[in-house]
Every structure is written in structure tokens, then in C-alpha cells.
């Protein structure tokens, strides 16, 4: 409850999380454990935070066995993933979740092991859509939750696979696109047609205009992750006075995180039709320097606040 608590401090609405099959049902198709959700769950009612459930990963007994040492290999079966989707929403709409987002960046080959497929992907969109929409008609689906950063080596564009997804009859067994739009080190609105950001709807192609082409043009485009980290292993460190591209670094000062994220919100704030906007993440998960992924956060691991914190929380309340 104290992370909550100082998520819904920051002025934020939402929050995003794993529902992570592989923890749910790690121990087989007839055993279910709940219990981390429903602790979730019933913290975000109490702070009246909505909560974004991401339906993701797969335990060892629901994987190929072409792939089986990683939660992140594709299911063998999308008719047992749509199931688990259907209990999922069955379980905590009645609690108030309405909100659901199918898989995490399967563009990326990390993530979707051990081949990245837009056809497999629109495959399991289809049925867990239909599997949640019997459920709860009310329920928002989310697909995509496209990597816009990333490519080549195995990975996929977003809008090449967005438009390989639609190309698999992907169309009509969706409510909105998630994207995730990393540009650093540079500005989100610095223009500059290679960036995540740009991706979203001013690049040639972007995954606004292949939306279009397919005649979603009016549906919403979610922007389910964005941040900069601010330690990692690479030397080159990237600040508001030197972007530092010909190093190619790999995170950031803290000073110039902050005026990213200052700036994505401004310049979302100029988009439209959009829905919200998440930062990845809440607070560092380490210190270590092995890996980006320890200092993603608005507050530093031992919970002081980093300059993004004050920044964001300065703009969600002056304009929220």
C-alpha cells in the first residue's frame, strides 16, 4: 500500500501490471493462485487508482517444445491462453477491471520466444478477445504493446508488424492499440523520424497512419510504457547538453529523464485520439549498473526522488 499510496501522491490514474499466467498457474492447468492479485486489486480500490492488467507469459506446462525454458516462449495452444483470460476477467471485473492488455511486446523476439510471429500474435488476440468479451462485454482490449525502439536482429518493426497483424485478420478483435515509444536520449518532440516516439503517428509509415490504411483510424492509440534510464552499463551517459549519439549511450542523467518526461506529456497532450500515457516505471528496481533496467524509475532505489518526480508530478497537477 505504500507504493500506491505514493503512486496516487504523484497524481496518476492508472497503474500497469502483469497478470502473469506462468504465476497464476505455474502448478498445472487445475491449480490457480491468486493471491498477489487479489492484494493488487484490492490496493488499487482502495486508493482509487484504475489498474491496466497486462494477460502475459506462459507457464512451463502451456509451452511448445520448441521452447520451454522461458516464461516468454509463446503458448502452444492460444485456446488455453484465451481460457486463462476468461477466468482472469471473470475473477476481478466484479472488483472493477475493465481494462486489459494481451501480451508484452511481441514484436521482440525476447518476448516472444522463439520466434517473433504477428500471425501467431493476431491468433491469440483473437481468441482471448472474444474469450474476454463473452465475459465481460464491457471489458476495453488492448493490442500491440509494441516495442517502437527496437529492430532487426530477430525483432520486428512496430508498423511492419502492426501491418502483418492486420494482414492475419486482426482487425475487428481489438479496442485500441499500446505502443511504447522510447526515444532516448533525445526529446519526444525533437521531431526526428527514427524515434519510438515518432512512430506513433508522425513518422512514414507510423502505426497511426497503418491503423488507418486498415480503417482504425478513430481508434486510440495507448501509450503504455515511456521513460529513460538514468545508470546502465554503457559508458556514454547522455545530458541535456550532449546527447553523446556517436557513443550511442544507453542511458541518461537524471536532468535530462526529467525533461523527457516532461516533454512527452506535453506533447501528448497535443495528440489525439490517444489514451493514457504510462511511465516506465515508479521507483529503480536496483543499483547495480549491469543492466538499464534497474533505473527506469521516477525515484531512485531507496525511494528519494529523482528531478523526473517533481517534473512530472509538477505538470499532472498544474494540467492534469
Not at 489498474?51 to 516464461?71: F, H, M, Q, V
Not at 486482426?170 to 521531431?191: E, L, Q, R, W
Not at 519510438?196 to 510504457?225: C, F, H, Y
Not at 549498473?289 to 497537477?317: C, H, M, Q, W
Amino acid at each position: 500500500m505504500d507504493r500506491l499510496n505514493g503512486i496516487k501522491n504523484l497524481g496518476t490514474g492508472w497503474v500497469r501490471f502483469d497478470v502473469d499466467w506462468s504465476d497464476v498457474q505455474g502448478d498445472g492447468p487445475n491449480n490457480y493462485d491468486w493471491s498477489n492479485y487479489d492484494r493488487l486489486i484490492a490496493g488499487l480500490n482502495a486508493t482509487g487508482i484504475k489498474g491496466l492488467g497486462i494477460i502475459d507469459y506462459t507457464p512451463r506446462w502451456a509451452r511448445s517444445k520448441a521452447c520451454l525454458d522461458s516464461e516468454y516462449c509463446a503458448p502452444a495452444d492460444s485456446a488455453q491462453f484465451a481460457n486463462f483470460a476468461q477466468a482472469v476477467v471473470k475473477r476481478y471485473a466484479p472488483q472493477g477491471m475493465h481494462t486489459w492488455e494481451i501480451w508484452n511486446e511481441p514484436n521482440l523476439e525476447y518476448f516472444w520466444q522463439p520466434q517473433v510471429s504477428p500471425a501467431a500474435y493476431a491468433e491469440l488476440v483473437k481468441k482471448a478477445y472474444v474469450a474476454i468479451k463473452t465475459q465481460d462485454p464491457s471489458a476495453i482490449v488492448i493490442a500491440g504493446s509494441l516495442n517502437s525502439r527496437e529492430r532487426g536482429d530477430g525483432n520486428i518493426s512496430s508498423t511492419d508488424f502492426m501491418a502483418q497483424f492486420y494482414a492475419a485478420g486482426a482487425k475487428n478483435y481489438f479496442d485500441a492499440v499500446s505502443i511504447h515509444p522510447y526515444c532516448f536520449p533525445t526529446m519526444p518532440s525533437s521531431g526526428l523520424s527514427w524515434t519510438g516516439w515518432a512512430a506513433i503517428q508522425s513518422a512514414v509509415p507510423s502505426v497511426r497512419s497503418v491503423m488507418a490504411d486498415n480503417g482504425d483510424g478513430a481508434k486510440q492509440i495507448w501509450l503504455t510504457e515511456f521513460g529513460a534510464p538514468t545508470g546502465g552499463p554503457g559508458n556514454a551517459e547522455a545530458s541535456n547538453t550532449d546527447t553523446d549519439f556517436d557513443s550511442n549511450p544507453d542511458h541518461v542523467t537524471e536532468a535530462l529523464q526529467a525533461q523527457m518526461l516532461g516533454d512527452a506529456i506535453t506533447d501528448y497532450k497535443k495528440m489525439s485520439p490517444v489514451g493514457p500515457l504510462f511511465f516506465y516505471s515508479y521507483q529503480d528496481d536496483g543499483v547495480t549498473s549491469d543492466t538499464v533496467e534497474n533505473f527506469f524509475g521516477l525515484l531512485r532505489y531507496d525511494g528519494s526522488a529523482k528531478p523526473a518526480y517533481n517534473a512530472v508530478k509538477s505538470l499532472i497537477t498544474s494540467n492534469p
